[in-house]
């Protein structure tokens, strides 16, 4: 992996050398292609599709439905499968408020886990409490993990879905989900997979995990935000009802009834984000040229050498030493978080502090929030030094207080 290379395709790294951003967690730059993408499709179509009975419209159509079978060969899906949503938070709320309102009753249960996401969490506490059916947590190791064992002590014949991250976006540890989910079938329950920070950093194969629904954004993957894809597999979104009523995914209405268009067509409400799965796509494809085992051995070299540099240091508490992707969330002993990023920003390194939207994996933690680097394809060594080094200007610094 020639990683100069790579950051000459990142306009925001080319015209800002001195940036060392460490936040792709959140959120991922954007390589020219995607970004060219987009303006493409602005600039030569910027016309509604499904809809206008032109040749721009048919034009824009194609490239949005051609966008699909790539995102779905991505992740070895097939096309129907890919439902276009606004990201992760809202393909996650989409399973609940469908599969969940739809199948669930009271003396359900329901498993997910302290290490999500409040996106992954949070809609099935809401429909937990709408149907009557109850949530359970697995219980987790003493590094914060979800194990196949933990997993087993809270299955039962009465788990009906389990709702769980394939990688925590504050530990970074990645689930065992390909147990999990031939263990949640053996009870007849569906896997709702949070592939929000697994999708952008290693090969996904829908088919081999054999998970029911996998959500993740294209923000994260070096693609535009606003966009996110829902896969599910195609019998079970067929059961689905839509939650969202509307323009495009109506197929016949009268005064007194509607039916709507075959999946995942009866998903997607209203005018899509046309330039969004566009560049979804173009991301897929130039991630998949870089490779996807490339990137993530990339990341676990970067992060290894970030936590030998950091273990050096007296006063640091890393949450997550033994973690397998490039995440590291840690603190410096009685210095807030947020005090201790205005270092980092400072030396124009981008790291994210706080809670992460995962309040239940820092109160796990024992504290309010952590520091967080995430480390991506286009980082270099000289990232980690200057992160360190950022580490130990806010330990002298505040440690002086
Ligand atoms: N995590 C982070 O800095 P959206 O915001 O809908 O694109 O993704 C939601 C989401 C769901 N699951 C996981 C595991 C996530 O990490 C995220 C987004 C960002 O960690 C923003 S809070």
Redesign the pocket.
């Known amino acids: 992996m020639d990683v100069n290379k790579i950051r000459n395709d990142f306009p925001v790294l080319r015209d800002n050398p001195d940036l060392h951003y460490l936040d792709s ?2 959120m991922a730059l954007k390589p020219d292609c995607v970004i060219k993408a987009c303006n493409d499709y602005n600039s030569k179509l910027g016309v509604n599709v499904h809809r206008g009975v032109y040749r721009l419209s048919y034009e824009a159509t194609d490239l949005y439905e051609e966008a699909r079978e790539t995102i779905a060969k991505f992740i070895n899906a097939s096309f129907e499968e890919i439902v276009f949503t606004r ?4 393909a ?1 709320n989409l399973v609940a408020e469908s599969y969940g309102m739809e199948f669930l009753k009271p003396g359900d249960e329901v498993i997910t886990s302290e290490l999500e ?1 409040h ?2 969490h949070m809609p099935w506490m809401n429909v937990c409490r709408k149907t009557g059916a109850t949530l359970k947590y697995v219980p987790l190791d003493k590094e914060g993990r979800i194990t196949v064992e933990a997993f087993k002590s809270v299955l039962t014949s009465k788990t009906k879905v389990v709702a769980l ?1 394939y ?3 504050v530990m970074g540890y990645i689930t065992p989900i390909k147990d999990i989910i031939r263990l949640a079938h053996e009870v007849g329950a569906v896997v709702s997979v ?1 592939g ?2 697994a999708v952008p950093h290693m090969s996904i194969d829908v088919k081999d995990l054999d998970c029911d629904f996998l959500s993740f ?1 294209g ?2 993957l070096c693609g535009p935000t606003g966009v ?1 894809c829902l896969y599910g597999k195609h019998k079970l979104l067929e059961m689905m009802p839509p939650i969202e009523f509307g323009g495009d995914m109506a197929d016949t209405v009268t005064k007194d009834s509607m039916t709507f268009k075959a999946t995942p067509y009866k998903f997607e409400t209203g005018t899509p984000m046309v330039e969004g799965v566009i560049g979804l796509a173009e991301a897929c494809k130039y991630l998949s040229s870089i490779g996807l085992d490339n990137i993530a051995l990339h990341e676990k070299k970067l992060r290894e050498l970030a936590i030998t540099e950091l273990k050096k240091i007296d006063g640091i508490k890393i949450y997550n030493e033994s973690c397998e992707t490039g995440i590291i969330s840690f603190n410096v002993d009685g210095v807030h978080p947020h005090d201790a990023a205005s270092v980092f920003d400072n030396n124009n390194v981008c790291i ?1 502090a706080g809670h ?2 995962a309040q239940l994996i820092t109160s796990w933690l024992g504290t309010i929030g952590t520091v967080r680097a995430s480390f991506y394809l286009y980082n270099t060594e000289e990232d980690v030094h200057k992160f360190v080094e950022s580490v130990k200007e806010a330990k002298d610094f505040f440690g002086t207080f």
């Open positions: 967690a959140a990201g992760a938070s809202a996650l996401h996106s992954s991250t990688v925590s976006n949070d929000a920070q954004s923000h994260k996110g994210r992460h939207c």
